[in-house]
């Protein structure tokens, strides 16, 4: 695609989508991470966002790189807003959450289970797959 070529309202939305896609998922997979940040995370992080791939699907200089560019912006930073929604509507969590984990802890009827971090979000058993209640 030249950079005179322009793009169908389709094409844009569709590379919008897949960059918000790929910034909400960015966001997620920081924000939960176990380890310490090392070089070869940016590195990786750096070939998602701007990769062969991507520019192969979305050319440089062109609308549709354009749109993908926003809907990283709006993924990475829509999580985030969802995030101090979802914290400011509900009443066991504070903003000091996002600080160092502090929250609320539950009241009876409400209980953390056993072997649950109250601070963290569920443990995932092998494979992703959330554990399953019994």
Do not use: C, H
Not at 89 to 104: K, P, Q
Not at 107 to 115: L, M, S
Request: charged share 15%; proline share 10%; aromatic share 14%.
């Amino acid at each position: 695609m030249s950079t005179s070529e322009s793009s169908s309202l389709l094409q844009l939305l569709g590379a919008g989508g897949f960059g918000a896609l790929i910034g909400w998922l960015v966001y997620y997979t920081n924000r939960y991470r176990r380890g310490d940040v090392q070089f070869s995370d940016l590195v990786t992080l750096v070939g998602v966002i701007g990769g062969g791939a991507v520019l192969t699907l979305f050319p440089a200089k062109t609308d549709l790189f354009g749109a993908y560019g926003i809907g990283l912006f709006v993924g990475f930073f829509g999580y985030f807003a969802v995030l101090l929604l979802m914290v400011r509507a509900s009443a066991s969590f504070t903003l000091e959450w996002f600080l160092d984990g502090r929250r609320i802890p539950p009241a009876p009827p409400f209980e953390v289970p056993p072997g649950v971090d109250p601070g963290t979000r569920p443990p995932m058993e092998p494979g992703g797959k959330p554990p399953i209640a019994t």
